[in-house]
């Protein structure tokens, strides 16, 4: 089977640090997001993935230089200046995908544990044009909702329903497996939305199933969702891999850190922190419920609580950074500044004076 992977959208909710990557290589317990789609990819016996992109995220995917599990990799790219949504980069990428048999399609910035063939079964046994995954939640409002019949046909989907008026609780997973069919519903050229456009259509037509799974499942796209993705893996990880750590550092488990990294006297790290490969943490620091992307400096006696620090960020002496912060790559907190709840710091901006309410700074 192939796998087209959508990873080509703009990532606005995960500003600013989806200015300087696509949302797909956004570390997950240190590992990009696409690091761990590939290995998914490769166990489900996927043999190539193509990769629907524009050109600056192929270039950001290129440098990463991801172990490739033994897939074959290709890229198709948007047109310059035209995002083409989430199907018309199916249609753009009919070439490669071919007309022999039926294909994956995976949202780039989801996490997800499924069996893939499992689906492609249940797409085979109905003889669909497409079967979405879907993922049982407890408030479907912010996604897309199916609603089913009892042979699972999806008689109606409805893209993010109001609060208390959607007719089920199964979600568009972001994973689905589509027949070469489903080519001709997407015209060429022009930026058409899978949710709103055609799926509807499909389910008009009576030709879209639903796969009720129940894996593991997280969309990384907004800045809470992305830090409880690392949460929930954190805990399943730190038990299956046993990490040890040892230092002149208290560790409240879960933690993980990468290489590299140093942590000096009197500092406690946990639970729930994640850090990346060379971060430097100085003495008497406190960090839990976040990510520190790599090369992170943190000066002595700050606290980090349920935040994101950017790559290369440096964080000065006795800083605070609260909940729901994020500090872009390569950003300048000084030394005794207070970064309240919800502030974004854009990347490479210097910040030398307290910022007590939400907000943007760029
Ligand atoms: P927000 O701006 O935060 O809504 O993010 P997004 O538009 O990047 O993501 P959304 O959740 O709407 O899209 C789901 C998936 O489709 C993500 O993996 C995106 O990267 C991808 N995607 C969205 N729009 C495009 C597009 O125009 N072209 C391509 N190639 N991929 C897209």
Not at 6 to 23: N, V, Y
Not at 67 to 75: A, P, Q, S, T
Not at 236 to 249: A, M, N, P, T, V
Not at 268 to 284: D, E, M, N, Q
Request: with cysteine; net charge positive.
């Amino acid at each position: 089977m192939k796998a087209l992977i959508l990873a080509g959208g703009f990532g606005t909710r995960l500003r600013p640090l989806s200015c300087t990557r696509p949302k797909t290589l956004f570390p997950i317990v240190n590992r990009p997001l696409l690091q761990w789609i590939y290995e998914r990819l490769a166990e489900n016996d996927v043999a190539e993935a193509i990769l629907a992109v524009n050109k600056q995220t192929e270039w950001f995917i290129k440098q990463k230089k991801l172990k490739k599990h033994g897939l074959k990799i290709r890229y198709s790219s948007d047109p310059l200046n035209t995002p083409l949504g989430t199907a018309g980069p199916i249609k753009r990428a009919e070439k490669l995908i071919g007309h022999d048999e039926p294909f994956l399609v995976l949202n780039g910035d989801i996490f997800a544990d499924l069996s893939y063939r499992e689906i492609l079964e249940t797409h085979r046994k109905r003889k669909a044009v497409g079967t979405i995954a879907l993922c049982e939640v407890e408030n479907p409002s912010r996604y897309g909702v199916a609603e089913l019949d009892r042979g699972n046909r999806i008689k109606r989907f409805i893209e993010k329903p109001d609060r208390g008026t959607a007719p089920t609780n199964f979600i568009n997973a972001g994973v689905y497996v589509v027949s070469p069919k489903i080519f001709d519903f997407i015209q060429k050229g022009k930026a058409v939305s899978m949710e709103r456009e055609i799926f509807p259509q499909l389910a008009q037509k009576r030709v879209l199933y639903g796969h009720v799974t129940h894996g593991l499942w997280m969309d990384i796209g907004k800045p809470d969702e992305y830090l409880k993705t690392n949460k929930i893996l954190l805990d399943q990880l730190f038990i299956e891999r046993k990490w040890q750590y040892s230092g002149d550092f208290t560790v409240r488990p879960p933690v993980a850190l990468d290489n590299h990294v140093t942590v000096e006297s009197r500092s406690v790290v946990g639970p729930y922190a994640v850090l990346g490969k060379g971060v430097h943490i100085g003495r008497g620091v406190q960090i839990r419920d976040s990510v520190i992307f790599p090369n992170v400096k943190i000066g002595d006696s700050s606290s980090i609580e349920g935040a994101i620090i950017g790559e290369g960020a440096s964080i000065g002496k006795t800083v605070k950074v609260g909940r729901g912060c994020i500090v872009g790559d390569r950003a300048k907190i000084r030394d005794d500044v207070l970064l309240s709840e919800e502030v974004a710091i854009c990347p490479g901006k210097e910040v030398s004076e307290n910022i007590l309410e939400p907000k943007m700074l760029c």
